[in-house]
């Protein structure tokens, strides 16, 4: 497997300006995080799936911030309108519940918003 | 507290050892971590222990995990410039499969 893939790399948009941020798991992993990771807060976990099923949305800064996951393979952070303070990089991680439950993280996608 | 907790910088010589700390929440966890992250990359599991261990060693790296007072602690032997990361700290709550990470503690390597 590829691991966890992320897209894009790098995002620069306007403010007010929708953002989609995208993310393939690790095929057959049950559990998604999406998280966002600033200088100021550290790694924050903004929500996470379980079995393409939203759980936890409680990290969600505002209703600005929506998730969605369609299927296992697939799934979205839209950010509307985009604000200056949501620049950071936003990773999304993917893991099995099994031997020691490790968290995949893809590579980040950096946002930011002028 | 809520949270799990480090430092957030650590500074060493090359060559010299590195100990990065980590007191965790939940004494039920069943596992603690250590993930390294490199510039521009997603985090990357460097190491995990389960509870019922108190070490375990992996050639440089050696984690201790105290119960008692819930503290975790990587020692990194030997450290080498490829080891300047970030490195952080998690736990997974009992009942739960959701990690927890702390803040993350940047580890500054210098000739």
């Known amino acids: 497997d590829a691991g966890v893939i992320q897209s894009p790399r790098h995002e620069v948009t306007e403010m007010g300006q929708e953002v989609t941020l995208r993310c393939k798991p690790i095929s057959g992993h049950d559990y998604l995080f999406w998280y966002r990771q600033t200088m100021m807060r550290g790694l924050e976990l903004l929500i996470y799936f379980n079995n393409n099923v939203p759980i936890d949305d409680s990290g969600m800064p505002e209703d600005r911030f929506s998730a969605k996951m369609p299927n296992a393979s697939f799934s979205t952070l839209k950010i509307q309108p985009s604000e200056p303070r949501d620049s950071a990089v936003y990773f999304c991680?993917?893991?099995?519940?099994?031997?020691?439950?490790?968290?995949?993280f893809g590579q980040g996608t950096r946002l930011t918003v002028v | 507290g809520e949270d799990v907790e480090q430092s957030l910088f650590l500074s060493v010589r090359e060559g010299d050892s590195s100990v990065i700390n980590c007191t965790y929440t939940d004494s039920s966890s069943t596992y603690l971590y250590w993930y390294k992250q490199e510039p521009g990359a997603g985090l990357q599991l460097l190491t995990y222990i389960f509870s019922n261990m108190d070490m375990k060693q992996d050639q440089r790296l050696t984690v201790l995990l105290n119960k008692k007072d819930k503290h975790l602690s990587l020692r990194i032997a030997d450290t080498q410039t490829g080891d300047s990361a970030i490195y952080f700290c998690a736990e997974i709550p009992g009942g739960s499969y959701i990690p927890t990470f702390g803040r993350g503690t940047s580890l500054i390597v210098h000739p």
């Open positions: 991680a993917s893991s099995l519940v099994g031997r020691n439950t490790e968290a995949f």
